[in-house]
Structures are given as C-alpha cells and as structure tokens.
C-alpha cells in the first residue's frame, strides 16, 4: 500500500498493529492528508473507503451546514448542535483531548451525521439533564447505536465497569453493591478473588 492513495490519504510507511477491545488484531499504516496532516489509521479502512482523510474532509463538510436551522447563531447556540461538533471532533481531529478514546481507537461518525441536520432529525431535542450515549461503546456513531441516557446509564455502560449479576438481572457493580447494601470496595475484592453467584453478595 506504500505510495498508493486514498481519498486524501497517500501511505507513507506500515505503522503498526491496532488491537480491537475483542483482541482482533489488523494492521495501520501512517499515512499523509492532502492538508499536510499526518495520520496513523487501520489499513482496511483505506480499503474500505472508510477513512478518507486526516479528518479534515468531515470538518468541511461541518463548515457547508445549512445554518437556516437557527440552532448555530452567535449567543444562541442549542445544546444539540453543541454535542454534534464535539462528536465530530473527538472522532476527526487528532488534536481533541478526547480523541484517543474515539477516533484514535476506531470510532466513526457515519456519513448520514456528517452533517447537523441530518443529526438533529434522528435524535431530536436533548431531554433535560441528558447526554449523547453509545449503546455499544465499541460502535460507532449512527442513529441505530445511539441515545439521550442520564449520567447513571453512561457511567453503566463505560468499557471500565464491571458487570454483575443481581436477583436476575446485570448491572454494573457499583449499583448492584448499593441495592446490596455492601461497600463497592468490598464487592470489586471479591469479584477479583474469584467469587461468583449469590456468595458476592452476602
């Protein structure tokens, strides 16, 4: 793939090995944007055409929104639209503080929510206190894939937590520690000593 070009991305060098949160291993490759940007992607991605530039490509096409929506005006900019740029820029710009948890690890926002509209159509008003959430935190963003959920539901659903399962039902373990009522220490101790069932929670 050395020297061949895709979209606005020409391949410099192999970069190395990425590892999917399941262990599935492919290859990445460093390759340069037509900006001048340089990048390290998944190789099968430029096959794909799924990875198409450094992530300047999806920022343009941010920048040609329709504005007659009203939701981006000075002193009056809705929340949604606030949530729409920050999840293009986790996902594109390698300079987002956020972005090795997302795009540096594969997330993508899909083509349908490269622009606000189209975002804002699938999704809606934000309920009160709520934020944009994964369903699947290894998938990407789609309106298949995503929610409004509370801050309880993400802090449930980070790669981190650990799931137990409680009269029958799975949650995270520090929930199911406080409908237990023992300390969430004290379960995570015995979930690293090997206890399991009923015996966890006694």
């Known amino acids: ?11 410099l060098e192999r970069a190395g090995t990425y590892v999917s949160p399941s262990g599935q291993k492919a ?14 992607t998944v190789a099968h991605h430029l096959r794909t055409g ?7 490509l999806k920022l343009e096409n941010a920048s040609k929104v329709n504005w007659k929506h009203g939701h981006a005006r000075a002193g009056k900019v809705r929340p949604e639209h606030r949530i729409w740029l920050a999840m293009i820029r986790r996902c594109t710009e390698p300079s987002d ?4 948890n997302y795009g540096g690890r594969g997330i993508k926002v899909c083509d349908r929510w490269s622009t606000y509209e189209n975002f804002y159509a699938d999704m809606g008003d934000r309920p009160h ?3 944009l959430d994964r369903r699947d935190n ?3 963003y789609c309106p298949e894939n995503c929610r409004w959920a509370t801050k309880a539901e993400q802090a449930a659903n980070r790669r981190t937590s650990i799931l137990v399962e409680y009269n ?35």
């Open 129 to 131: 206190g709520l934020t």
């Open 97 to 100: 503080p956020a972005f090795d």
């Open 1 to 11: 793939m050395i020297g061949r070009k895709f979209g606005r991305l020409t391949v």
């Open 27 to 40: 290859p990445t490759v460093r390759a340069r944007c037509d900006c001048g940007s340089e990048v390290v």
């Open 168 to 202: 029958g039902e799975v949650m995270c373990a520090k929930h199911a520690a406080k409908l237990a009522g023992i300390n969430p220490a004290t379960l995570r101790w015995r979930i690293k000593q090997g206890w399991t069932g009923e015996k966890l929670f006694k």
């Open 138 to 140: 290894n998938g990407d």
């Open 50 to 56: 799924r990875t198409k530039s450094c992530g300047c």
